[in-house]
């Protein structure tokens, strides 16, 4: 038996050539007519398309309200398609009042059970169309359906059931979405299952937490992260058992969660993160801190101004500016503190806040600042640099072209 | 003689049947990545993404220089993507015309002294300015170093957030295109490291205040042929490499980054013509060699829409440029050729790159010139040479057609009738002369490269502002 490369040798190029423009010129001409076909298949298509749309916003109301009887559309699959298209885009354009007639609607005339009963017993492509119609439904009665999907082999049927479930925002689905991950681990992108977990568990973050103690690896830490998105002050002391977690990720949630914390439990803690050897770690500390809105929080974030990260010390500036206390006083520390990239950050914060003008009529006024200190304060606001040697070195915009 | 001409006649055979068959390869692969990329994209809602708090943020870098007729638009139009944490670092790139004081009085612009470290190397900086209008936009005035890469280094330098996105200040940005262009990302943040969106031609469209209209096949044939040019580019090559995670570029355009990684491999190269296959090689060079699991990706529904040159000369100069910034490339990176480290990239991308694309203009001139010679010599057999003739034609047909087959199935920007006429039958006058002219620029760009010739020539563009209707 000869291989392809053999018959095609044993051709010769002419034989072979003239096979070729045959099949070169058919295919041209097949292209052609399918491009041909389709169009004028889709012109009659979206014409049909449009008058059935218009012929049904007309009779919205009357559909909504059961007059024109569910019997007249039901049976023509291109009416009930349309029908329900209108419904799912109501739904998430609606108000409430909207979007729970349309609910009733959905469930009296069948469609959201002909949808269940879709998302159970198909499978590839169809069962994902029910499922994504299903969770833009957010009808609860579709959990259960959804959450059977959760276990599909195909990751794009998994993905619209996580994303169905998470568009109820229901714990009840969360619990579904928490038991799934406990059983399977994590068998999908990270992100969408983190969304759908932030809009289920937003109500009860407490569902999160058993499950955050027995995860392991990388599940843990897609789970930290959403306990520290939806971390409310109602966690209190549950956050602190994480603070000293092995995981980086989970002590970065612990960080955030904990800027929603009682100042009193969390600024101790907070402060202790702010020093922790990881990045992230500390940045989510410092800003956590500024969030506490305390005065305890400024040597703290001081020190953050010093960071080696260039992120971590732009937000403890930034959270040193929301502070909404004198400034004077907080410029001559970050002055005092003799760090350049942390006098560059305060700095770039002030203006990217527009208070420059503020800070420098607090330094004039200010009544606890001897007067040479409040000059040389007043020299590095202008020129930017602690000293004059070091001016060189720092990115100097002073003398810059003003627009 | 007569003996070599043949060899080399049949050689040209084969080469020409391979290169195409690689194209056809890539079109089914792409045909069938789109489909499923469509059918994907069926079970996500757009807002639902822009509605998350772990969108990343995104810092968009805008070099431009000499833009002061459309520079006000742009940068409306980019402020007004969606995307909920947006920053956009337009970078002055020492322009002698109004381009700064345009964006002075449109979003007084107040000096600042904002995060700027020049970690990255670029011409000096001589001011940074941010909006009293909107505080994400923030302006950096540098001197001119007549590069686009230098621009985009002192961008890369104040860039705050962990991706960037390199966008050019004479392109219009699909309202959506950043949402659509991080959905990689989005899905996988550990592996995906960069991804590249789809340009499209702008020309012959309408826009009205930065924002695209109506999308419209342009009226110069030169364009056009283009049209049918990035289409297959981009809807079949790039989509095709991509699934091999072999996409050896991410138009300069449109892109986005991990701007921790850019900043590793020491951002755009001032000196790289074509910074943009520079910086994806280096990307891919780094990461390879620390063994990194990453994915580069290509998205082909996000739309960036540029204007192409519109005259011949023009496009001359920017195909030569492109084929230097080829050959730079390649010759930088041929260290990583048959290299196992290098995987895939070494093994086959480059590799083909060097063959179907650098050496193309050469074997193609080579080919004419053997042709010649044997019709000279008595020894060319006029019907095989008509065949051949025929038979290339039809088969690079069957590719242009196949890509305008691509766009009407997926994404189907151009609605009228007329136009997809004009775009089929484009698809069959393009091989003559265009493509002998291409070859021909080309080959000037190769000789340039080797006598060292590759100063940036500006070409010349209408602008934004000149295609916006009332």
Known sequence: ?403 | MTRFLDIWNHTLFWYYLASNLAYLVMLLIALKTSAAHKRKLESYRLHWIADTPLAPPISLVVPAHNEESSIRVAVHNLLELDYPELEVIVVNDGSEDRTLEEMCEEFRLRPVRAVYFAELKCARVRGLYRSSVDPRLLVIDKEPAGSKADAANAGLNAATSPYVCVVDADSVLERDALLRIMLPILADPKRVVAVGGIIRVLNGSEIANGNLRRVRLPRKSIEVIQVIEYLRAFLIGREAWSQGNMLTIISGAFGVFRTDLVRAVGGYRPNAIGEDFDLVARLHKHLLEKRAAYRIDFVPDPMCWTEVPSDLKSLRRQRARWHKGLIDVLWLTRGMLFRRRYGRIGSFALPYLWVFEFAAPVIEILGIVTIVLAAVLGVLSRGFFLQFLLFGYAFATVISIGSVLQEEITYKRYNDWQDVARLVSYCFLEHFPYRQMHMFWRLQGIWQYLRGNNAWAPLKRKGLQSASVP
């Not at chain 1, 009042?97 to 059970?113: K, M, P, Q, T």
């Open chain 1, 1 to 403: 038996m000869e291989s392809i490369f053999e018959k095609l040798w044993r051709l010769g190029p002419a034989a072979f050539v003239l096979k070729a423009i045959v099949v070169a010129v058919v295919a041209d001409a097949l292209l052609l007519a399918f491009i041909l076909l389709r169009r004028a298949y889709r012109k009659r298509y979206f014409a049909k398309r449009d008058a059935c749309v218009f012929k049904w916003r007309q009779k919205w109301d009357d559909l909504l309200s059961a007059r024109v009887p569910y019997s007249a559309w039901r049976a023509n699959a291109f009416d009930r398609r349309i029908i329900e298209t209108i419904a799912l885009d109501g739904l998430e354009a609606g108000n409430p009042e909207e979007c729970a007639r349309i609910l009733r609607f959905l469930r009296f005339s069948g469609l959201l059970e002909k949808r269940i009963f879709e998302a159970r017993r198909f499978t590839g492509w169809r069962r994902m169309r029910a499922l994504v119609a299903l969770g833009r439904t957010r009808a609860p009665e579709g959990i259960p359906a959804l959450a059977d999907a959760l276990r599909d082999r195909d990751l794009e049927a998994r993905l619209a059931a996580l994303r169905g479930l998470g568009r109820t925002a229901s714990p009840k689905a969360a619990e579904e979405i928490l038991a799934w991950v406990g059983e399977k681990g994590l068998v999908v992108p990270t992100l969408p299952l983190q969304s759908a977990l932030i809009q289920c568990c937003a109500e009860h973050p407490q569902l999160l937490l058993p499950y955050v103690q027995n995860a392991t690896g990388q599940l843990r830490e897609v789970l930290g992260r959403v306990l520290g998105e939806v971390a409310t002050p109602s966690l209190g002391l549950d956050l602190l058992q994480f603070v000293g977690d092995d995981l980086d990720e989970l002590r970065a949630a612990a960080a955030r969660a904990l800027g929603h914390s009682p100042s009193g439990l969390a600024f101790d803690v907070l402060s202790e993160l702010a020093r922790d050897p990881i990045w992230f770690v500390r940045l989510r500390a410092v800003v956590s801190l500024g969030k506490l809105s305390e005065r305890r929080a400024i040597p703290a974030l001081l020190r953050g101004l010093t960071d080696s990260n260039r992120l971590v010390r732009l937000r403890a500036a930034e959270a040193l500016l929301a502070l909404k206390t004198e400034m004077a006083p907080i410029f001559q520390q970050v002055v005092a503190a003799g760090d350049r990239y942390g006098l560059h950050a305060y700095l770039t914060a002030v203006e990217n806040a527009d208070v420059l003008a503020k800070l420098e009529e607090e330094l004039q006024s200010s009544a606890s600042l001897p007067a040479d200190e409040k000059g040389r304060l007043q020299n590095v606001l202008r020129s930017g640099s602690l000293v004059a040697e070091e001016r060189a070195s720092l990115p100097d915009f002073t003398g810059a072209a003003r627009p």
